[in-house]
Every structure is written in structure tokens, then in C-alpha cells.
């Protein structure tokens, strides 16, 4: 073929502004795509350089900027709306439908009793998204469900995802009554079961009757991979993960099917769960890397040490909670760390470990000290997912071990008050997601949702690392807080170094996939109280565009 005629193949998109996240190149006007990766970045004389071109003007008035990397979620987000959202915050669903928030457990009661009436089936009622901790010391038992319906079970998954409700029908088709011996089981005193169900033992039983229904199995359905495409696109989302994945054979199709449909707009990066898949080890996972594609990367481990701070199950140092409730659970037994993480260690893959308490993130350390004591790897980024109570020594610890971090900084947000008040008290609460500090160790940081826990939304969570606001407009850490440079790029090329792709993704630099996401209004140069509302026009990926719908 004539050298003139490949040429015709590039697509230069000219932009008002491209913020790169090169400091070699900061800014720019035009990129020039070929073959679905970025070809030349510049001025119209710098890509013109290739020769003959299709200049695609649709973007002449908007902001791109890499797409956005999502380094810590789910694809359970697609799932999720099978069921009933009774939240206490907003959230828009796939299909842009905007559920209000339920301020009042009665509201809670009379959407799961409009959810009933509307059944048209004999199967269990599924609702997400709840959290007692807004409604004081009130707590939703098998009681006020069985008000719901006593003879239809109804399970409730919380907005944690590390607990859940259930009413009695529920609780005698699962088989949990007074004599179940299995951590996690609330119980009153008198012995009973309560309804409510703490971590994935106590709640495994409901997951056997309601099978993949509120689970993470949301790989194996079609339908909520394509539901978690649409929500990543309407936030200008192009990588994001499945930070909890079993890695089954259906799921593992279902995946590679769906994304490689040329409409399918995100690229998804799974990460295997030993703790739910504990006979795939190492060698499977290669197993699976083996057929990676420009669109699925698997390659991640996730272990989950703790539980959720909201929820009381993750593991706190001294003082303990602020209520004065008992710590948290181990869900991995620290005597029990290094061994679990040490094959998956030497088999060269990358741990995501998830530590919401400082203790358990103490117990992480210890044991990452000793793995590479034992078994050095240079540059092995594993990463601390969520990490949220960390301390400045603990933090230092992990700048000296060449860890990353991830934190969950829309916490700070929707449950900052709570922390404030309840969980961790005035202290430890100004210091939770302590982004600033960790900017300032040159730790190599990023910013995460963990939908479905909140909303997938990066320039939302980018706000929160910035302004550190809570619901009610209190501001906790101030010293911690990030810049909007800072924060942006940790959503973008901060994300994709914890998950080892930034030689493909996160900036807009000769060489890297074609993926952008597309702005009304430049986020690098609004007030940072505006940044949440930056609207997003849509994304493009791998030099297709992808409107979002309106």
C-alpha cells in the first residue's frame, strides 16, 4: 500500500485545550490517532508532520484530557441496579434515572414496600446501598423487615458491602437460627439471630440462596457488564477495574466477549480474589494473562485483610472506636499474611491489599517487611487499597517498602460526619485519606470510588481529595488536602501506575492507547469547589468516540 494512502488512516482531533499529564508537554490543541493509539500531540504543524489527515473538528470547543482511570471498583456497579437502591445519598443509575436518597428509616420501609408490590414474581426482594450509621443507634432487624413482608425473604446488601439485613424467611431458607456457629452473626440476648450479618462467612449462606444475585459474580451477566459501561462513560471513565473477581470460566468468557464488541467503551482490568478462589493460585491467573487484550488486562491479586470502618468491622489501633464498640474482624489471620501472599509475590504478579483500620494496615506492613526481606522485587508497586487511617509513620513505612496507595477518598464525604462523631472521633478523623501527606513522601498515589460503595465519578472523588468537605460542610485535614493538578493526575497517571499500565494509559503521549475523556469545561483551570461539576461531554476510546447520552 502507498505510503500517502496509510496516512489517510489518521484522525488528528483538534480540542480548545488537552491537558496531557506529560510535564514534558503539558498542554496541547491537536492529537493525531492511527491504529487506536496516539500518533503525534502538539499544534497543527506538529501533526501534520505524518502527512495527509482527517481533521475531526467535533471536539474544537471542549477539554480532553487522558481518560479516566478508576483504579479501585467494581463491576458489581452493573449489578446492582437489578435490585432496589435504598441509600441514604442520591445515585443515578445506567439509564440516567436519578434515585433520591432515603433521609429516614420509615422511607427506607415504604421503597422496599413499593418494591414489593411492583414484584411480579415469588422470588426474594433485593435492595443495596443501606447504612444504619446515619440513622443514630436505630438498627434495621429481621423485625421491621418482616413488616415488609414476613413470607417473601428479602435480603439487604449495605453500601459497605460488607454487611447486610435480612428478615426471618430469609434467615430459616438460609438455615441461620440460634445454634449457626459463624462469626458475623449479630444476635440479641437472647441468642437469636438479629437479621444483620457481618462479613462474607456470616453472609454466605444468603449468597447460596440467592445466588449471583448482590454478589460479585456481575462478570458472568452481560447485561450489568454493560450497565458498569454506561456509568463509566457517563463519568469519563475508559480503564477501570473489577478489584474483586473470581476469575470463573463463565465470567472469564462473558468478559471477553463483551469487550470485544468495538461499542463496549471501557477497558476492564479484573483482579483475582484468592480468598474466594482459593484453587486458582498463581498459575491460573498467569493462565488468564495469557490472553489479555488491548481491552481485558488481567494480572491484579486482591486480598481483603479487614472490614469497613462504617460498619465496625475494620481493625483499629488504640483507642479503638470512638462508640467504644469492639474491633473489627480479621478476615485474613495476620500470622497467616505472608504465607498467603508470598506465591503470588514470587509468581511476579502485583497484591491490591485492602486495609481499612491502622491496625490491620500495621499488620500488612509487617508482613510486606518480611516477604521482601526474604524475597526482594524491584519495583513491585503492590498497592494498599483504601488505607484509610494511616498514619505519618505508617506512611513513611510504606514509602520505605516502594508500596503505593490508594485511597477512598469519596469517604470523606459521605461518611466524614460519622467518622467525626462515631467511628474514629475529631483526631483521627482529620487525618483518614491522607492524600497531602503521602503527595509530600512521594508516595505514588491514587483516588478511588469503590463503586458500587459510592458513586463512580472520578472528578467527584478528584473534589473530595481536594476539599476534604464533608456532607455537612466540615472540613477535615485541611493539611491533607491535594491540589487540582495534584488531584487529576491521580486519577489519571496516578491510577495506572498502581495498576502497572502507565506505559499504555493515564496521559496523552505518542505511543499510548487513544483514550480520552471529553469536558465542557476545563477542570485544571475552575475554582477547586467547581471541580465535581465539570460536566462530561463523553470519552473516546482507542480513537472511537463515545457520546454520552442526554
Known sequence: MPLNETRRDITVFVARRILTQNPRQPHATHVAVRDGRILAVGDLDDVSAWGPCNIDETFHDKVLMPGLVEGHCHLMEGAMWDATYVGYYDRRGPDGTLWPGLK???????????????????????????DPIFFGTARLSARELDTVCAERPIAILHASVHLMNVNSAMLSLAGIDEDTDIDGIARDGDGQPTGELQEFAAMFPIYQVIGAKLSIAASEKPHAVWNFGRVAQLAGVTTATDLVNDLSETGNRTLREVTSDP????????????????????????????????????????????????????????????????????????????????????????????????????????????????????????????CQMADAAQLRRIRSLGMCVNFFANHIYYWGDAHYTQTMGPDRARRMDAA????????????????????????????????????????????????????????????????????RIGSIEVGKYADFAVLDEDPSACAPHALKDVPVWGTVLGGKVFRAPR
Open 263 to 386: 461499542d463496549y467503551p471501557v477497558r476492564i482490568v479484573p483482579a483475582l480474589a484468592p480468598q474466594r478462589s482459593p484453587s486458582l493460585g498463581a498459575r491460573g491467573l498467569r493462565e488468564a494473562i495469557a490472553a489479555n487484550t488491548d481491552k481485558l488486562h488481567f494480572g491484579p491479586v486482591k486480598f481483603i485483610v479487614d472490614g469497613s470502618i462504617q460498619g465496625f468491622t475494620a481493625r483499629v489501633r488504640w483507642p479503638g472506636y470512638a462508640g467504644g464498640q469492639p474491633n473489627g474482624l480479621w478476615l485474613i489471620p495476620p500470622e497467616q499474611l505472608v504465607e498467603t501472599f508470598l506465591p503470588f509475590h514470587r509468581a511476579g504478579l502485583q497484591l491490591h491489599i485492602h486495609t481499612n483500620g491502622d491496625e490491620a494496615t500495621d499488620v500488612v506492613l509487617d508482613a510486606m517487611e518480611t516477604m521482601l526481606a526474604q524475597h526482594p522485587r524491584p519495583d513491585h508497586r503492590h498497592t494498599l487499597q483504601h
Open 436 to 503: 497531602g501527606s503521602a503527595q509530600r513522601l512521594g508516595i505514588p498515589l491514587a483516588l478511588h470510588s469503590d463503586a458500587p460503595i459510592t458513586q463512580l465519578s472520578p472528578l467527584f472523588t478528584a473534589w473530595c481529595a481536594v476539599r476534604r468537605e464533608t456532607s455537612s460542610g466540615r472540613i477535615l485535614g485541611e493539611s491533607e488536602r491535594l491540589t487540582v493538578d495534584e488531584a487529576l493526575h491521580a486519577i489519571t497517571l496516578g491510577a495506572a501506575y498502581t495498576l502497572g499500565l502507565d506505559d
Open 104 to 130: 429516614t428509616l420509615d422511607a427506607v420501609i415504604a421503597r422496599l414496600r413499593e418494591a414489593r408490590a411492583a414484584m411480579q414474581d415469588d422470588g426474594p426482594l433485593l435492595a443495596w446501598g443501606f
